[in-house]
């Protein structure tokens, strides 16, 4: 579903000065904020329950390899 961006990632070159880094980070957050939606949809649908999971956080520490801190 997502090979074109995991593709993307892969073959970045990031450049060693400070405008590329805040660059990069920005987008990063951009991804995370989307990551962050898609979870809070998940979880309140209820999908996590189709995979056998007690919770939105289990399903994150089996399918997410998220560790009960994160």
């Known amino acids: 579903m997502f090979e074109s961006l995991a593709t993307e990632v892969e073959e970045l070159s990031i450049p060693l000065c400070g405008e590329a880094l805040i660059e990069v980070l920005a987008i990063k957050d ?7 939606d898609a979870v809070s949809d998940f979880d309140r ?3 996590w329950d189709l995979d056998s ?8 520490r089996q399918h997410g390899a998220m560790t009960k801190r994160e």
């Open 30 to 36: 951009r991804l995370a904020a989307k990551i962050s």
């Open 45 to 47: 649908a209820g999908l």
């Open 53 to 60: 999971s007690t919770s939105m956080t289990a399903w994150l």
